[in-house]
């Protein structure tokens, strides 16, 4: 199978660092890699959000897929960088969660080894881009068909991040705003199945964002009355809140954190 | 030949979106799938800057290439999925008018068919996220080599958004801008051809944004006096009012849509 | 080997252009070609940007890649389009000091050309995008493997930009900002060379941002104190002031040519 490398960073490309990532990676790889973008638009040092992205991208992926993660701001501390096996794609990140969300949703163990300069003829590491000189050369290995255990020891407990659950409350649930996107649409932590709960139990639900006025449920966007913000599912099953043609964002001010209810009427 | 899809989307690169439709496309493609970013970042939802853009990239590409377009603010309703092959290029998109400037430079007419869900094995289509659940399974068929007939069944009728038209005049023509570019270039509707049956009638062409005093025209950016807005014959053959190794629409506060005249001095 | 071309840009990506460039490489390279973005951010007309960038990247690519380089605000004038061979590497670009720092660090001379339009059978150049006219044409043909002197007779005497130097005093070195990056850190021209001149005459090295407090030298970011700038060994062995989980830049307000001073204690 031909071997590709998927980047995930907080890097921009203003700088020159996606560009010496991939230069690495060219240059160490087999001759047919090929190196895939996800994003580099991460914001600076969010590794939740980058943790978000994760869990959302990496499913569509196919086995054999290697993804290169370099949000790390405690890089040259003592954070260990990690390489882990899922559902046969392989993940190489700093240790600081950034891979939580993802482990979550694997059925099964992980395998994880931390990774070993001295494996990969590293004498020295930089003290701040550990992505060029130690992420991108391991990549790179085992882009040419190496195991992951040439990387170095077995490790466990990788940290994990814990997920903003949604929270049973007496008479539904009690959720909140985990992504704002580029369109302003307000992405929440509850899904389809709190939804089809609040349904069963009554035929109505009633969708909040804070305080306000119960949203309107639609089944897409341009369903939607224009100027209102509305509440449909969205292509993570997860509810989102929504104004057609427009940003829900803009429209009410929201951002990640603020809470939405979902009670049966 | 080997397969390449091209990505043209108003999702910008923050989110998730960007990285589903390229998973899709590697698990579901061939082998030596390339995968090309044309642009993410369309603005939100906007159909006529998507239609530009295709436009005016879209010559460039060698026949076998594939043209993944998601812009897509009528997703979920009823607006259709078409899959379109054109001088030997093959475009999929939604049915909204984005391929519509497009399809009017090809010569001859275009075969089109309606992406039909069920010959892809799509059972539920998400609400709001058709690139990734049916534009992508679609092309990632067609990269396999798949004809377009085995995607759906012809179509005609494509919807078609009017292209703002240089109108002819006593004295000359009346253009518009229609794009403003990264440098603050102003792209109007005028091209060469009216340029030279302007200079044909007389030897000096007057070329005014709104009622503004005459604009210089020059060959190329470097020939501009400093700080003054001149015209020249941009890349794509329009006329473009430019100011040297400064924006033009920084200058001049123009916008698309406003009016540029060119009359026979 | 397979071909590669990278793209270092001032066009952003909202526009066409860089899709231009790339549907040209891929109708006119080999079938196995492969376009990889380095940048389209470099700052408008930025050759400055783009010299520092490309400096920084391109040492980590591989013999045998070709880079393409459009930042390029004299296009259409006498500048000459020349393509240059350094380190089993190839660039096509304005002659307009884009390469020059790039070329201060290669070992022994480089060859370079003057790129001949009638050796690609360009009859008439735009006047404004010799990126898509000459220089992505010119690019396709290295890809399919022509020797340099295919395109055009050899030429000496590259425009060459002076680099910022630190300048010898009687107590240290003065420096100044080159650079500020997307995490607000401060890229200075004073190295690890200096700064270890610096400490083998004193134990201690006091580095100042123009008059301000004596910086805290750290190894790596997570070393720093909340909330402080401090200094340290950036990923290209240039001193960078940084803060911790946060920017250097905003903290500061420090811009790219302000005074760095480091002396001996």
């Given at each position: 199978m031909r071997a590709r490398v998927t980047l995930t960073t907080d890097?921009?490309?203003?700088?020159?660092y996606v560009a010496q990532l991939k230069g690495v990676l060219y240059a160490r790889?087999?001759?047919?890699l090929e190196v895939v973008d996800l994003?580099?638009?991460?914001?600076?040092?969010n590794v939740r959000e980058a943790a978000l992205f994760l869990r959302t991208a990496w499913p569509q992926f196919p086995p054999g897929t290697i993804h290169l993660v370099v949000v790390d701001p405690?890089?040259?501390?003592a954070r260990r960088a990690v390489a882990v096996e899922a559902a046969g794609q392989r993940m190489l990140a700093p240790d600081n969660g950034v891979l939580s969300w993802l482990l979550d949703a694997v059925a099964g163990e992980a395998q994880a080894i931390e990774i070993d300069p001295a494996r990969l003829g590293v004498a020295t590491l930089s003290s701040t881009f550990h992505g060029r000189d130690l992420f991108a050369p391991a990549a790179a290995r085992l882009a040419h068909?190496?195991?992951?255990e040439t990387l170095g020891a077995r490790v466990t407990g990788l940290m994990r991040l814990p997920q903003p659950q949604a929270q049973r409350g007496p008479r539904g649930w009690q959720g909140e705003i985990i992504h704002v996107d580029r369109f302003g649409n307000l992405i929440t932590n509850l899904s389809r199945a709190e939804l089809a709960e609040a349904l069963q139990r009554n035929q109505q639900a009633i969708i909040r964002l804070g305080n306000g006025a119960p949203l309107p449920l639609v089944r897409w966007y341009a369903e939607a009355p224009a100027g209102i913000a509305v509440v449909l599912i969205g292509s993570s099953e997860l509810l989102e809140i929504a104004v057609r043609d427009a940003s829900a964002q803009a429209l009410t001010g929201a951002r990640v954190g603020d809470k939405v209810s979902l009670e049966s009427a």
């Open positions: 890097f921009g490309t203003r700088d020159p790889g087999p001759d047919d994003t580099h638009e991460i914001e600076a040092q405690g890089v040259g501390s068909g190496a195991a992951l």
